[in-house]
Nanobody
């Protein structure tokens, strides 16, 4: 079973950039469909971005053009480059692994990281 550990969160100002990482261990990272989700206080966990095993990507409309998801299978690491950050991007960000198939909803994933906090001040 894969273990996922996110890092890279922090406090930034609106318009700044931040890059999140998700290190995977104990599994076959290259075979997983990977996603980033976020959850703000009092809100449901929402889809942010996903990347296929082939490298194809898919984004939520709210982050399209500002965020970039990528993966380095040689390092078993998933990334989320976040540019032009807005206060509404503030949330705990989670990476998740799906062992087979693909999904853009939280219930479709098999394993989750513990999350990393991103706070964007105005």
């Amino acid at each position: 079973q894969v273990q996922l550990v996110e890092s890279g969160g922090g406090l930034v100002q609106a318009g700044d950039s931040l890059k999140l990482s998700c290190a995977a261990s104990g599994g076959t990272f290259g075979s997983y469909f990977m996603g980033w989700f976020r959850q703000a206080p009092g809100k449901e966990r929402e889809f942010v971005a996903a990347i296929y095993r082939s490298g194809g990507t898919y984004y939520a409309d709210s982050v399209k053009g500002r965020f970039t998801i990528s993966r380095d299978n040689t390092k078993s690491t998933l990334y989320l480059q976040m540019n032009s950050l807005k206060p509404e991007d503030s949330a705990v960000y989670y990476c998740a692994a799906k062992y087979s198939g693909s999904s853009y909803i939280p219930s479709g994933y098999n394993q989750w990281g513990q999350g990393t906090q991103v706070t964007v001040s105005s």
